[in-house]
C-alpha cells in the first residue's frame, strides 16, 4: 500500500512523463497531416502505431496509479488524492506559463476551478446530455423503422409463399382433371381388331376347331 507523499509525487512525475510523450506524439502528427502533400505514408503510419502505444502504456500504468512497482488498483490511489491550491494570484507567473506554454499565464480564484473540476462544465455537461438524448432518439427512430421494414418483408414473404402454394394446389388439381381415363394398350387392341380383325379372327378360328 502507500504510505507516505512520496508515493504522491512519483505518480505524478510518471503522469507527467507519459502524458509529454503523448502530447509530443500528437504533434507530430499535426505537423504530418499540415504537410500531408510532403509525407511519407509509412512515416505517418509508423508515428499513428507508436501513439497508439504511448496511449496504451499510459493506460497500463493509470491501473497501476503511474507507480511502478505496484499492484493495480484501478487507479484508486490517484482518485483519492485531494489537490489543493497552495496559492491563488491575479499576477502574472512566468514559471506557469512556461510549464503550460503560455497557455495558462495566470492562476486565480477563475482559472483554478476551472483546472480543477472533476467534472464538465454545465454548458458543456447539458451539450453531451442532448447529444446523447438526441442519439438515444435517433436510435429508437432506427429500431422502430427496422421493426417496419421486417413486419412489411415478412407479409411479403408470406404473400409470395401462400401464392406459390395456391399455383401448386391448381397444378395438382389440373394434372388430376387431365389424367387419362384409358390404356393405351387396350386402344390400340380395338382398332386393330376393327380395322383388322386381329383378335377377332384368332377367336374365330379357336372356336371353329373346338367344334
Known sequence: MFKNSQDVKTAIDNLEAKVLNVKRGIE????????QDKVSWPAFTAKCSSLASDLSTLQANMRKSLLTNSNEDNGEFIKNQLILPHTISPDVNPHL???????????????????????LAPLIEDEVSQIERDLLDMNQTKMENTSKQITTMNKHLDQLFNGALEQLSRSKAAGENNKLLYKTEQTEAIVRAIYGGESISKTSESSRRRV
Open 28 to 35: 507530430e502528427l499535426l505537423l504530418s497531416l499540415d504537410a
Open 97 to 119: 506559463m512556461a510549464l503550460t506554454e503560455n497557455r495558462v499565464p495566470v492562476w486565480n480564484h477563475e482559472t483554478a476551478p476551472s483546472f480543477l473540476r472533476t467534472k
